[in-house]
């Protein structure tokens, strides 16, 4: 498939609202993939840097 112009290629022959919006939510969960866990392991190392300075406290 060829396009004439970039407005053409960007409407993907009426569509691009769906071809887009598909490109867009799974940039998203891939995004979310690699977000997630990073969040969770920078969390857990936090509770577990606050249970050992509670620990040490006693």
């Known amino acids: 498939m060829s396009f004439a112009t970039f407005g ?3 409407a993907m022959g009426h569509h691009g ?3 887009w919006s598909a490109y867009g939510i799974c940039l ?3 995004a979310l993939n690699v977000a997630a866990p ?3 392991r920078r ?3 936090q509770q ?3 249970r ?4 040490n406290a006693k």
Do not use: C, Q, S, T
């Not at 050992?52 to 620990?55: A, G, I, N, Q």
């Open 8 to 10: 053409d290629f960007l």
């Open 43 to 45: 969390r857990y190392l």
């Open 17 to 19: 609202l769906y071809v």
């Open 38 to 40: 990073i969040l969770a």
């Open 52 to 55: 050992l300075r509670r620990e």
């Open 28 to 30: 998203a969960v891939l």
């Open 48 to 50: 577990e840097a606050r």
